[in-house]
Structure formats: C-alpha cells, structure tokens
C-alpha cells in the first residue's frame, strides 16, 4: 500500500538526510514533493512534505524547485526525479506538446547544484503507484473485484494531454512500458463521432487522440459538437466550465460533448486493454476524471468499453478502476527512482 504522509514538522524535515525532490510536471501543474522510502518494492514512500504549483505563474521548472527547497529550510538536496509527459532526445531535453518551459534534466542539475536528476515518463510514474492502490483507493467502474489473472496492468488517464502506461510484472521487480498512446489516430465508434472527427479534420491532418480526450480535448469536442449542431458555441475559456455547465443541466451540448468523452474513452480504453493484453486491470487517474465521476458512471463508458465483439468475455474479466491522482505521480516518480538505484 502507498504511504500518503501528512507534513512532518521542520525539524523532522530537516533530520531526513536520505530524502530527496520528486516532481510530477504536468501542462498545467507541477506537483513536487519532499520524499524517503527503501529500495524494498514493498515498502511504502513517505512524502514528508507536498506543493502543487500552477506552471503558467514560473519561468520554469528549476524556479520552483527552489521555491520548494527554499520553503523546507532544509539542508541541500542531491537528487531529484521527473516525472514529465513528453519523448525524451539524446541532449537530454524532453520533446513536450503541453509546457509552457524547456525541459532539460542538465540544466536542473547545473541551476540547483544537483548531484543526480532523473527522467521519467509521467504515466510510468503513476504506474509504479497506482500498481499499489487498494481497493479503499479506488472506485469501481466494471469487472470483478480482483483480477483473476496476475498479469499486464493499463494505467491511463486524460489531463492536459493523455498518458499511458503498461505495467508488466516479471517476477520480484515490475517491468513498466510507457507509452505515447495519446498520439495515436482517433477513430469514430458512431455517426455523431464521424461527424465531430471530420469537423476537426477541417483544421488538421491528424486527430490524434488526446485532441479529443483530455481537458482541451473535450473544449475541442465541444467546439465541434456546436459546429455541427450549427449553434454558436458559449465563451468557455477552460475545460472546467464545460464540466460545471454539464453536471449543472446548464448548456445540453456541454452535456452532449462530456457524454461524448466518456463514449469514447470507453472505446480507446477497451481497445488499449486488448493492443497491451492486459489482464491485471485497468486503472484510470487521468485529473479531470475524479471531477466527472458521476457523469462516467451513468455514461456509455463501460458500454463502449465491453462492446470488442467477440472479445466481451475476455474484458468482463477485467477490473476497470477510477483512482484520484493527486500525489500519485510524486509517489510513483520516488519508487521507479528508487528501484532503478537497485543495479547501481
């Protein structure tokens, strides 16, 4: 089970000699964390103290590094990990569609005088958390309680884009295969789909599928469904308004659109469980979907998720599961640091 610890008080902060900085970078947040744990893969992580910054308000990422370190009062870090979406180039730099700010793993070390900063993708780091989360963690959207099988688990989940990843277990230490699943084409399930797929086909070559599955995917959905209905769109500004029209009954195309998002979600989902084989579950902690819970329960998601044909059986096996993400990714970026060091 994952140890979310509540902050420790300054002078405890200030004894863990053994800690280190792990970030979780999103497109719009970066949440970081004071964190400790062992190398055992069965020992907890203990965050000792959290921040969630908004990435738009700092001129990159080490400024909030050393807000965060300055804020501890504690003696100087040596090591750091993370966790970023993005392909990372030889140079070190990491290729991202949804920063505000380069990325460079090189240039961290050298601005904050670090001994060692690591890399990770940001779904590989949930997926060394979330493969940990308890049943009292989660909420139940289909299939059984419990795996029936022990094997490859997807870890999915829109935000400011969509991450993916595959975790494989290969005896004492897992196998985690991150994935740029949410660059791959999006295809229509449904007339209405078709019609919002080629609506959006106007202004681009390639739909991939975070254009339609993430928080501006869904202001891009939205914004396509108003086109074909031929109704001038409300001036939302953020994802966020789309939602709160929905579930308040306030705008029916922004209902229309959510329902949407789930549909296809459902889709992608069912067709990722059946590309990666898996077979341990599926767990969903993409941030935007804790907020429309409800919403996703009485959508077409499970529907759409189980509709593969002949494959219905094999993923009614599947447990599907809604995790909020929270420190998730802080927590997943110390444990793949942490297990990576067992070689070393």
Not at 183 to 197: F, I, P, S, V, Y
Request: glycine share 12%; net charge negative.
């Amino acid at each position: 089970m994952v140890a979310i610890a509540n902050p420790m008080p300054t002078d405890a902060i200030s004894g863990a000699h053994d800690a280190f900085i792990a970030a979780d970078v999103g497109g719009t947040h970066v949440r970081i964390g004071l964190v400790r744990g062992s190398r055992d893969p069965g020992e907890p992580v203990s965050v000792l103290e959290y921040r969630k910054y908004a990435c738009a308000d700092h001129a990159g990422l080490g400024d909030i590094v050393a807000d965060f370190l300055a804020s501890l009062g504690t003696a100087r870090m040596a090591r750091a990990v993370i966790a970023s979406a993005g392909y990372a180039l030889e140079d070190g730099t990491v290729i991202t569609n949804n920063l505000p700010w380069r990325l460079s793993p090189a240039e961290l070390r050298t601005q904050l005088g670090f001994d060692d900063v690591r890399l990770v993708n940001d779904f590989e780091a949930v997926a060394h958390a979330a493969a940990q989360m308890d049943a009292s963690e989660v909420l139940q959207l289909t299939g059984p309680a419990i795996a029936p099988k022990h094997g490859p688990t997807l870890i999915l989940g829109p935000g400011t884009g969509l991450g993916a990843a595959v975790w494989i277990p290969t005896g004492k230490r897992a196998v985690v295969l991150a994935t740029e699943a949410g660059q791959a084409a999006l295809t229509a399930g449904n007339a209405l789909e078709m019609a919002l797929l080629a609506e959006m086909l106007k202004t681009r070559t390639h739909v991939p599928v975070e254009q339609a599955l993430s928080g501006p995917g869904l202001m891009n959905l939205y914004t396509a469904l108003c086109a074909v209905r031929g109704v001038a769109p409300s001036p939302y500004t953020h994802p966020g308004q789309i939602t709160a029209a929905a579930q308040s009954g306030d705008d029916a195309l922004a209902r229309e659109s959510l329902d949407v998002f789930c549909g296809l979600l459902g889709s992608v989902v069912g067709d990722m469980a059946l590309l990666y084989g898996v077979q341990g579950g599926v767990y969903l902690a993409g941030g935007i979907l804790p907020k429309i819970r409800d919403v996703l329960i009485g959508s077409s998601f499970v529907p759409r998720f189980l509709n593969k044909g002949s494959m219905r059986e094999a993923l009614e096996r599947i447990p599907v599961k809604l995790v909020e993400h929270g420190q998730l990714g802080v927590i997943g970026a110390a444990r793949w640091y942490l297990e990576h060091q067992q070689g070393e």
